[in-house]
Every structure is written in structure tokens, then in C-alpha cells.
């Protein structure tokens, strides 16, 4: 999967660097070239005879050797990649990262890099809660790396929470994903709504609904990945866009995520609509909060705009359109409706009757149906996993 990939990887002083000899077999298994540069610090941890041995090519550490003044080119190994793995990154070296400094090799490296570079924090659970850290990753995010975010689990200290570097397993899977994908949808512009919508009663209370933003974070995050251009259209959810190809339109409710859906739609070559949008708003919210009085209160609610349905009408040739249909009974023929009535190129259906699927769960099941008769069952997977399966058979039939 990986024959002919240049592939340099950055290890620093962490107890995960005992990891990447692991990594390298898995990667040069693959078929890819690996060269290794790594701090002084992390020989501490894993000895450059390991690395150089598997990955067949000398491991640099230092710019220049001391003897004969023989420069080790920082410019011409980052030139030379074309996917930079910086794992494990110590909270040290995340730190000079983001703020540009470049006392070793490996930072030199780093700052000179032209290629895609992943990065694997790996530390104890404190050290990655700390807002330093957290700050620093956000900003390497906004700067276009690539996080291989640290995994919940028992940690060096013997404390246990997140900050362990992720497996090479994954780490090989990411990164064979990404050349997979990487221009599969390159140039194409996708729109993506995702979570619920809050419609408000008063100053302090709303109307909304369960939808975790799970499925369309996931959704966002593959078609970045297949290098389309991301507009996330985002109710209230506690998620964060890790792609730099994702750019977030945060919303609350049902009208503001229609302007923001119909602004971007024209210009979108990909729709799809993952969002819990509200069915029904409320008419005429209170100015000031409402007080309790009487036995009963009723609230008068008015239907919102079917964004979906609207964008069916206005869909134009080449547009590709999909929407969600969450469903409790009648689940096929409901959601057959939906395809033709809003004039869709897709439905992805979901019933709540399934065990693991649906709001707020990391998994989903599903059945994909398209407007050309096609239908396939997605059985009990992961939503990122679901989201690959959508966005495969979107750039197919595109
Ligand atoms: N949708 C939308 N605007 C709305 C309501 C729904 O764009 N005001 C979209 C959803 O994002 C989803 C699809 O329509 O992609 C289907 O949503 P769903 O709630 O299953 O169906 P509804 O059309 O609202 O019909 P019903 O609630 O009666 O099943």
C-alpha cells in the first residue's frame, strides 16, 4: 500500500519512542522508504543502532558531525518526505513547535518541512490537560498538521487517562488512509450540517434535541481527508474540527442554520445533511425569562424551513445532494419518501430500533439508499467508519 512513499519520522524524548521500531517494520513492511531523525533526549529511550537497522538508513540526530564538520541538511530531509511523522512528541518539543523554535535537528526539521506532517503527543495525563498544551495543539492545528490524537489508557506514571501515543496499528492505518484519500475529492467543495438545533423559549431555556454531532464531525473529517474543501454547518455540540480543510459555521438554531446552509450550498459540488434540524420553532420567545405561574403552560410552535427539501429545489445539475433520515417505524418506506419528496441523490438511514446506532452513540448502523436504486446495509461499524462507507460511494458516483 505504501511502495515508493518517502516516509521520515521525528521521535523525541518520550517513553512511547520504545513504539516506533514497531512503526518502521510495519511501515517498511508496507512497502515504504522510512528514515529516522530523532532529539539527543530520545536515544535515551530507544537507541539509534534499533532504528537504523530496521529502516536500512543512518539515523540523524545531531546538524553536524563534530568531527568533520560534515552538515546534516534539516532543509533536504524535510524536502525530501512526503509525510512527516513526528511520534512520539514530548510536551517539550510540542511546545517549541508551536511557537517556532529550532534548537535541534529535529525542530530544524520540523520548521523546514514542505510535506503533510502528522504529529502523536504522547504524555502524562496532567502535562496534556494542561492549557498550555492543549493551546499548543490548537495552534499546530490551525497551522495544517495533522493530529494522531493520544488514547485514553494506563500511562508510564501508572496514572491512568489520556496521553498515550497512539498504537503503530493505527498510526499505519492513518497513514495509508491519508495517501488513499488524499485527492479523491480534491478541488470539490462539501457541505456538511451536523448536531441539533436549539430553539429558544426564553433567555435560559430551549428546545432541542439529543444529536451528538458525532456523525457529521466524522463525515466533515473524511471528505477533508479526501481533500475537499469543508464547510461544517454546527449546531451546539461539545466537538472540534481537526482537519485544516474544515472550516466551522457555528450556529444555534433552526433559521440560523438555514442561512448558513443556503449561503454555502451554492458554491458546494457535495451536500450532506447529518443535522437534527428542528421541526418546529417557537413563535414568539420571551424577552425575559418566564416566570412559574398557573398549572400548566403552553407554548405555541411554528414549523421551520425544511433546509433539506429547499436545497432539493434548488439543487442544480452536478450538484450532488444527501440527507439523513432517522426513523422509528416504516423505516425503508419512510425514508424512500424522503429520497424522492426532497429530490435527493441519497439517504442514509438510520433507525433508532437498532441496537448501538443513532444519537449520542461512537457507533451507527445503517442503510445507504441512492436515487439510482442502489442500497447497501452498513453493518454495526464506528461513524468514522460509516462516514468512509458514505463518502465512498458519494466519490464514485461523482
Ligand atoms: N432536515 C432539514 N430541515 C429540517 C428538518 C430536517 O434539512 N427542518 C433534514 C435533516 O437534516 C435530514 C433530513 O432532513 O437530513 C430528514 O430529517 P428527519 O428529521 O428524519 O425528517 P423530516 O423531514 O424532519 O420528517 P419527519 O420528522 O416527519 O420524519
Redesign the pocket.
Known amino acids: 500500500m505504501l511502495k515508493g512513499k518517502k516516509i521520515l519520522i521525528g521521535i523525541t524524548g518520550s517513553i512511547a519512542a520504545y513504539k516506533i521500531p514497531l512503526l518502521i517494520r510495519l511501515l517498511k513492511k508496507e512497502g515504504a522508504e522510512v528514515k529516522i531523525v530523532m532529539t539527543p533526549c530520545a536515544k535515551d529511550f530507544v537507541t539509534p543502532l534499533t532504528l537504523s537497522t530496521l529502516s536500512q538508513q543512518p539515523v540523524l540526530i545531531e546538524p553536524y558531525d563534530k568531527t568533520d564538520g560534515s552538515w546534516n541538511s534539516h532543509v533536504d530531509w524535510g524536502r525530501w518526505a512526503d509525510v512527516f511523522i513526528m511520534a512520539p512528541v514530548s510536551a517539550n518539543t510540542l511546545a517549541k513547535m508551536a511557537s517556532g523554535i529550532a534548537d535541534n535537528l529535529l525542530t530544524t526539521t520540523y520548521l523546514a518541512a514542505k510535506c503533510t506532517v502528522f504529529f502523536a503527543p504522547a504524555m502524562d495525563l496532567d502535562m496534556f490537560h494542561h492549557p498550555t498544551t492543549q493551546k499548543n495543539i490548537d495552534t499546530l492545528l490551525s497551522y495544517g498538521n495533522h493530529l494522531i490524537a493520544p488514547q485514553e489508557g494506563e500511562l508510564a506514571s501508572g496514572l491512568c487517562g489520556a496521553g498515550r501515543m497512539e498504537e503503530p496499528e493505527e498510526i499505519l492505518r492513518i497513514v495509508t488512509d491519508f495517501f488513499l484519500k488524499r485527492n479523491l475529492l480534491s478541488g470539490k467543495k462539501v457541505l456538511i ?1 451536523a448536531g441539533p438545533t436549539y430553539e429558544l423559549i426564553d433567555p435560559v431555556r430551549f428546545i432541542g434535541n439529543f444529536s451528538s454531532g458525532k456523525m457529521g464531525y466524522a463525515l466533515a473529517e473524511d471528505a477533508a481527508a479526501r481533500g475537499a474543501q469543508v464547510a461544517l454547518v454546527s449546531g451546539p455540540v461539545g466537538l472540534k474540527p481537526l482537519h485544516p480543510g474544515i472550516s466551522l459555521i457555528s450556529v444555534t438554531s ?1 433559521e440560523q442554520m438555514a442561512e448558513a446552509c443556503f449561503s454555502e450550498f451554492k458554491s458546494s459540488d457535495i451536500t450532506i ?7 418546529y420553532t417557537v413563535t414568539d420567545p420571551a424577552p425575559v425569562k418566564i416566570k412559574k405561574s398557573g398549572d400548566k403552560l403552553t407554548i405555541e410552535l411554528s414549523k ?5 427539501a429547499t436545497l432539493g429545489k434548488q439543487k442544480r445539475a452536478g450538484q450532488f445532494l444527501a ?4 426513523e422509528t417505524d416504516n423505516e425503508k418506506s ?1 425514508a424512500l419518501i ?1 429520497l424522492k419528496n ?1 429530490n435527493l441523490d441519497m439517504i442514509v438511514l438510520n433507525s433508532l430500533n437498532d441496537q448501538g446506532a443513532g444519537f449520542g452513540h461512537d457507533t451507527n448502523k445503517v442503510t445507504i439508499i441512492t436515487s439510482d436504486g442502489a442500497e447497501a446495509e452498513v453493518p454495526l461499524k464506528s461513524k468514522k467508519d460509516v462516514a468512509t462507507v458514505i463518502l465512498d460511494v458519494i466519490s464514485v458516483r461523482l
Open positions: 450540517s433552526a445533511m447529518a443535522a437534527a434540524v428542528a421541526d421551520t424551513t425544511d433546509i433539506l440527507g439523513f433520515a432517522l419512510n424522503k426532497k
